[in-house]
């Protein structure tokens, strides 16, 4: 099984190129796919820092790079996206594909401890293994200039990845990000299905439960939330994780936007900001 990524398909988009690439993932146990975007480069010397980016519930490696426009500031700063898929596929688990926000495209960017779900480990896919294997087979990347970013599901996802190694990212941002998960639908039933009942494992992923432990944190994390978003209320719960970040002085801009929802409208309309907030922060 091939592990070395395999360019499966490119496009070229505002200078730069987006390119497809499929490998074998001994983390996850499966075929992956993941996407680059490169930016134009004016010298072979170059080196790109990279932006994670981590979608949300029922994304693919895809949807972010169709929708969301990122490419244009990303070609201008000059800076590499990288989007890896969202969880596990063509395992066949039972009950995988069962709902939309549980199992394939639901993987909640943490380690499943629960023997069904073992191979749901997408924490140290984009913590460890896809990083490394970037490191390893792309030379045009500079891997250890690093920051993430991510929608609803994959706001989660980067807020705890980021809050758990502040060593290996520089900022952090997101866009409605399910941002208390031990409190809310989509987070009881993918804890307690992935990680079992025992609530202090569920608060190693969860941004508001972590922040308090890291108060170190001198970049400013930066979200943003439509308040048309139907989710917003019952599910996201940002209110709660700025009043953790309060709590321990942690600097947080939290930008209600009005008559936003939750769609990739939303996220093309304010990308740009996203970037050249991660942007500044990988190039000081």
């Not at 990279?50 to 519930?57: A, E, F, Q």
């Not at 609803?152 to 900022?171: E, P, Q």
């Not at 953790?244 to 996220?267: E, M, T, W």
Request: aromatic share 14%; with cysteine; net charge negative.
């Amino acid at each position: 099984m091939e592990i070395k990524p395999t360019e499966i398909g490119i496009s070229k988009m505002f200078g730069g190129y987006n390119k497809r690439y499929q490998h074998y993932s001994p983390t996850l146990g499966c075929s992956m796919n993941f996407h680059i975007f490169f930016p134009p480069s004016s010298s072979p010397s170059l080196k790109f820092p990279v932006l994670y980016w981590l979608s949300g519930l029922t994304c693919t490696d895809e949807n972010f790079i169709a929708k969301s426009g990122a490419q244009r500031a990303a070609s201008s700063e000059g800076v590499a996206l990288i989007v890896p898929d969202t969880s596990p596929r063509g395992l066949n688990v039972e009950g995988e594909s069962d709902s939309w926000d549980f199992g394939v495209g639901a993987g909640f960017y943490l380690n499943a401890t629960q023997e069904k779900w073992k191979n749901w480990k997408m924490y140290d896919y984009v913590v460890k293994e896809l990083p490394t294997l970037l490191h390893e087979n792309f030379p045009e990347l500079d891997t250890s200039r690093a920051s993430i970013f991510g929608h609803s599901m994959g706001g989660h996802g980067a807020l705890t990845i980021y809050l758990k190694n502040l060593d290996k990212y520089k900022s952090v941002s997101a866009f409605a990000p399910i941002a208390n998960p031990v409190n809310c639908p989509w987070g009881l039933k993918a804890f307690t299905n992935y990680l079992g009942e025992n609530k202090a494992d569920w608060e190693e992923y969860d941004a508001t439960c972590l922040v308090s432990k890291y108060n170190d944190l001198s970049a400013t994390i930066l979200i943003d939330q439509g308040e048309d978003d139907k989710f917003y209320k019952d599910q996201l719960l940002p209110q709660k994780f700025e009043e953790a970040c309060k709590k321990v002085n942690v600097p947080l801009l939290l930008r209600l936007q009005p008559g936003y929802d939750h769609s990739y409208f939303f996220i093309a309309t304010f990308i740009d900001d996203h970037i050249r907030h991660h942007a500044q922060a990988l190039n000081l």
